[in-house]
């Protein structure tokens, strides 16, 4: 007799076996598990300014450890019609905390009777996040345009940290392409050029990065 067809056989029965238990439900049911955990944005954003304004640029895959929970999710939202953020980390703290600025800037411009500046929203993103930084897990790139100071970038750490600064990328993503990032970004790149590179960069993050994917969205 064959020993491994004795094991093959004896190990075929016990899998037929209702009065065997091979996997426990909890054990073989990743995706039950999974949906109990924080959604990630698992991410890749970035955003730049150019001569008349700044554009914004994401991955649209959201996940919750190993799970992709949504391959279209948004992740550039719209402030005011001038303004618009996009988010990477915790999709639950990211969406309450931009709907509350959101709120905040359209009370602030009914109040003043004039569009809000770029900066005073990103202000408003780096007060509540510093003053939340111990229970929420986000960061946030702020772009915009406004009249006194043209196109405008300003990086929201998760630490509450707020930078004005050129160009921004955040996310699982960006890690692979900073390097790519600081070798090709011109200071003097046209509305057209800014959109091919973003749109470049966030391809490249999208190749190499698992928790990056889906379609790249650009605003």
């Known amino acids: 007799d064959d020993p491994a067809r004795a094991i093959d056989a004896k190990v075929g029965k016990l899998m037929h076996d209702p009065q065997v238990e091979t996997f426990k439900a909890k054990d073989i ?3 039950a598990q999974e949906r109990d955990a924080d959604e990630d944005m698992g991410t890749t954003i970035m955003a730049t300014v150019f001569a008349d304004g700044a554009i914004l640029a994401s991955d ?3 996940s919750a450890g190993p799970v992709i929970m ?8 719209r402030i005011t019609d001038n303004i618009h953020v996009s988010r990477c980390g915790n999709a639950a703290d990211s969406q309450q905390l931009i709907e509350l600025v959101a709120k905040y800037v359209k009370n602030l411009e009914l109040q003043r009777g004039t569009p ?6 990103a202000r408003l993103f780096e007060q509540v ?5 111990s229970h929420i897990g986000s960061a946030f790139i702020v772009a ?11 990086a ?3 630490d509450g940290l707020k930078a004005k600064v050129t160009h921004s990328v955040m996310g699982s993503g960006s890690v692979f392409i900073f390097g790519w990032i600081d070798s090709t970004y011109k200071p003097d790149m046209s509305e057209a050029e800014c959109l091919a590179w973003v749109k470049q960069a966030v391809s490249y993050a999208k190749a190499r990065d698992s928790s990056s994917g889906g379609a790249t969205r650009t605003r």
């Open 156 to 158: 929201v750490t998760s």
């Open 60 to 62: 649209t895959r959201t």
């Open 129 to 133: 996040v510093f003053h939340n930084r």
């Open 70 to 77: 949504d391959y279209a999710g948004p992740k550039i939202m």
């Open 144 to 154: 915009g345009w406004d009249e006194a100071n043209g196109g405008q970038v300003y």
């Open 116 to 121: 809000v500046p770029v900066e005073v929203a």
């Open 29 to 31: 049911n990743v995706v």
